[in-house]
């Protein structure tokens, strides 16, 4: 099982970017796909961007879609975030996870999830 540690979040102002990283170790970087979660305090955690292994195909959710993009380096087994124009509703602890199908966007099928990095974005 591949294990994951995300960096990168931080307190920002409305209209600021931030840019998570997440780093794989102990599994087929590659074959994996790789989301982004987030979660808030009392809520479910949510969906917000996939990349399939190659990093040839993606997917943002439709709240983040022309906000934030997401992307891989597999030489460094590396994913990242890229968040801009950032408003205080994406204020969450955002969580990197693992599948081993691909472009998914349901929690439930991804087997190794990191412990979160917190964002904070100010009104």
């Known amino acids: 099982q591949v294990q994951l540690v995300e960096s990168g979040g931080g307190l920002v102002q409305t209209g600021g970017s931030l840019r998570l990283s997440c780093v794989a170790s102990g599994g087929a970087f590659s074959s994996y796909g790789l989301g982004w979660f987030r979660q808030t305090p009392g809520k479910e955690r949510v969906f917000v961007a996939v990349?399939?292994?190659?990093?040839?195909?993606?997917y943002v959710a439709e709240s983040v879609m022309g906000r934030f993009s997401i992307s891989r380096n597999n030489a460094n087994n590396t994913v990242y975030l890229q968040m801009n124009s950032l408003k205080p509703e994406d204020t969450a602890v955002y969580y990197c996870?693992?599948?081993?199908?691909?472009?998914?966007?349901?929690?439930?099928?991804?087997?190794?999830w990191g412990q979160g990095t917190q964002v904070a974005v100010s009104s």
């Open positions: 996870a693992a599948n081993a199908y691909g472009i998914r966007t349901s929690r439930l099928q991804y087997n190794s």
């Open positions: 990349i399939s292994g190659s990093g040839s195909s993606t």
